[in-house]
């Protein structure tokens, strides 16, 4: 059962097996490391420093996506649509940036964002709940995750809503951003988030055109608690909201977009 406000919320594990990298490869014919974008073989080569606890489960991961995401198994193969180059392209663009946003030198500095903040109205708010997200995800969420829940510091006005696709200040991040997003919305590390963002009076909402709004920070009325039961059901949201973020970030150019419909 879970309670949102003024509750302790759990994640119950419904799978007892735990992940790992034999079994993230079981019955799969995955492609070889050097079929991966360079960055992903220094990763494994321990060539560059990441902060991910476990490179070798990451970049296995990798290679799952890679394999799926270019052995006809997705839908729109079997329907007839010819997206096999699509996916090839996508997967490959995909993981050479999750790779370099992986590099320890790519997440924030968190007293620095704060010094340099242009919103002046609860920044400081912002910049704590995040720090706090990064104490209990640290590195093994992308450093996007991270400065995609900083951005509202950006702003005029740490409440203010944007338009991220047709936004001029976001089309550098805005595929980054919009498959964190949505990748927030569908896995359990949401409530995690939301727990720490309530603690500062605050609560994340991506708008109900959900591949045209940014994140909009709004006062909360009370406080939500939430703790995943064990270590393992952490490790299974992290790992189901980086496979549905690397998922989200290759899908982004289908995206329709209407700016009529940026709510």
Not at 134 to 155: D, H, K, N, T, V
Not at 164 to 192: E, I, W
Not at 230 to 251: D, F, M, P, Q, V
Request: glycine share 6%; aromatic share 12%; with cysteine.
């Amino acid at each position: 059962m879970v309670s949102i406000l003024n509750s302790i919320v759990s994640s119950a594990d419904t799978v007892s097996e735990p992940l790992s990298i034999s079994t993230l490869l079981t019955d799969v014919d995955v492609v070889s490391l050097e079929e991966l974008p360079p960055i992903w073989q220094r990763i494994a080569n321990r060539e560059v420093a990441v902060g991910h606890p476990e490179p070798d489960f990451l970049v296995v991961l990798a290679r799952l996506f890679l394999t799926k995401a270019t052995d006809c198994s997705p839908e729109v193969f079997r329907e007839g649509f010819d997206f096999q180059a699509f996916y090839q392209h996508g997967a490959m663009s995909t993981l050479e940036f999750f790779g370099q946003d992986f590099r320890t030198t790519a997440y924030p500095n968190f007293k620095q964002v704060l010094q340099t903040a242009r919103a002046t109205d609860g920044a400081e708010r912002v910049v704590a709940f995040v720090g706090e997200v990064f104490s209990q995800l640290g590195y093994a969420m992308p450093a996007c995750f991270y400065w995609m829940l900083l951005c509202p510091i950006e702003r005029a006005s740490i409440h203010e809503a944007r338009p991220m696709f047709f936004d001029p200040q976001m089309q550098g991040v805005k595929r980054a951003y919009d498959a964190c997003l949505h990748s927030l919305n569908v896995t359990a590390v949401q409530m995690l988030v939301q727990s720490c963002a309530s603690r500062q009076g605050l609560l994340i909402q991506h708008g109900c055109g959900c591949d045209h709004s940014l994140a909009q920070l709004i006062p909360g009325s009370a406080e939500i608690t939430f703790a995943f039961e064990s270590e393992l059901g952490c490790r299974k949201a992290i790992t189901a909201y980086l496979w549905r973020c690397w998922n989200e970030y290759l899908l982004f150019p289908l995206g329709v977009h209407a700016k009529s419909l940026a709510l």
